[in-house]
């Protein structure tokens, strides 16, 4: 019986991390939003980290819609901002914003209508004729954007977005799909590799239709990438999707389509049967998941990369060097026109600076990843804490034993800090200190049930043994 007594621990401790493993193998949605809030904890405990110098943000903030008018611009101020960026010696410009739409173009629709006239009319003068030509095409906005793109001595990427839900594009004619698909082409991955003829059906994210760039815009330039960003099932953007496919074809982002421009490194990709096997820009190797996506590995909070108000660059009021041979990335920041995004260090983040953190980890080689080795060393630590401390509580008082919960609870949060700022490694911190916690409890709970059980007992036998 006593042996039997000695032994109700170890097989409490062994429930508890039968428990834990099913637990961590399927995977319960409310653990792993905890699991993906200790990620943000450790970001925080970490703190910041120096980004990379050739990373600038060129802002379209509140002081430049003050100075340059109320958003959105005429075309013809970015073809300016593209013309000061590459004057300056910009290496990359990056638009985190999308011409989707043909620029107004009233002084262009009044020349037509004058040129339509004087046909009508029947009235033959070249040099007239030859000067509306040369009005319309300084007043074509659009043209004038594509000409400073097509002159830029930067390489420019334009960012263009999917659509998610088959109900935003339901409307979009085959024709016109052919078009925004054609426009999209310098976001394609051109360096793909499938392991077996299973692996051209591997689980990737599928995407809708994309809104691409007009045409005249995107002729100009052969990068493109999109700036679609999906966040976890509680809204923070810890992932970048660095593949998304639409119609067979295998697309890139923004941010690394920006940066293979900056390394003039090629893309490529390895596909296999269960999803993506490798992503390399040149001889850098990007860790994903099998989807594809990308741990962001976020330097710090809002403003960790230089912000340069656009005004100030359209009125030379910045140093030279200021963006020489630096990766620019445009767009907004002013509140009501910037897209808001949730991060594990702020709940209201510019998606202009997510995509310069994805791309400051690829130029300092420096990422954030679940190793190959993660699965067994999580399930093996949730074994460990709840053998060590079913073996050892039994043997130990109330404040040993509280200590020895509490100094291996405060040992593996420390352990897993220290992987995730000094090697960049992920390990699962739930699920090893869920175990901890129920072996703690219930053994400590046990044990006063059976103390008080003997005290019992003993009591009764000394009352009968005075009677």
Known sequence: MKIIVKLYPVFIALLAISLGVFAYVSEIPFLDIMELKTIDLRFKSRGSIEPDSNIVLAVIDEKSIAKEGKWIWPRSKIADLVNKLSEKGARVIAFDIGFLEPDEKRIVQVINTIQSEV???????????????????????????????????????????????????KHFDKKTI??????????????????????????????NVPQSNIEVVSKATKYSGY??????????????????R?????????SLIAA?????????????????????????????????RVLINYRGGEKTFPHIPVTDILKGNISENALKDKIVFVGATAVGIYDLRVTPLESIFPGLEI????????????FLFYPAWAPLFDITAIIVAGLLLGIALPRTGVIPGALSALTLFTGYILLCQYMFSEKGYILNLVYPLLVTVLVYVSITAYKYLVEAKQKRFVKNAFSTYLA
């Not at 509680?234 to 593949?243: I, L, Q, T, Y």
């Open 260 to 292: 293979g421009a900056y390394l003039d490194e090629p893309l490529s990709f390895k596909i296999a049967e269960y999803g993506v096997e490798k992503l390399q820009l040149g001889k850098t190797a990007i860790p994903t998941d099998g989807l594809g």
């Open 178 to 207: 052919r078009i925004h698909k054609k426009n999209i082409s310098g976001s394609k991955y051109k360096f793909v590799r499938y392991s077996s003829d299973n692996a051209y059906n591997a689980p990737l994210i599928e995407v």
């Open 119 to 169: 046909k009508r009319i029947d009235i033959h003068n070249k040099s007239f004729e030859q000067y509306l030509e040369n009005l319309k095409s300084k007043s074509d906005n659009d043209k004038l954007l594509a000409d400073a793109i097509l002159d830029s001595k930067a390489k420019v990427v334009l960012g263009y977005f999917f659509h998610m839900n088959p109900e935003e594009s």
């Open 227 to 244: 700036f679609n960003m999906i966040p976890d099932q509680d809204g923070v953007v810890r992932w970048m999707p660095a593949v998304l």
């Open 246 to 254: 639409f119609d067979d074809n295998l697309y890139a982002p923004l």
């Open 355 to 366: 995509h310069a953190n994805f791309v400051d980890s690829i130029l300092s080689n420096d």
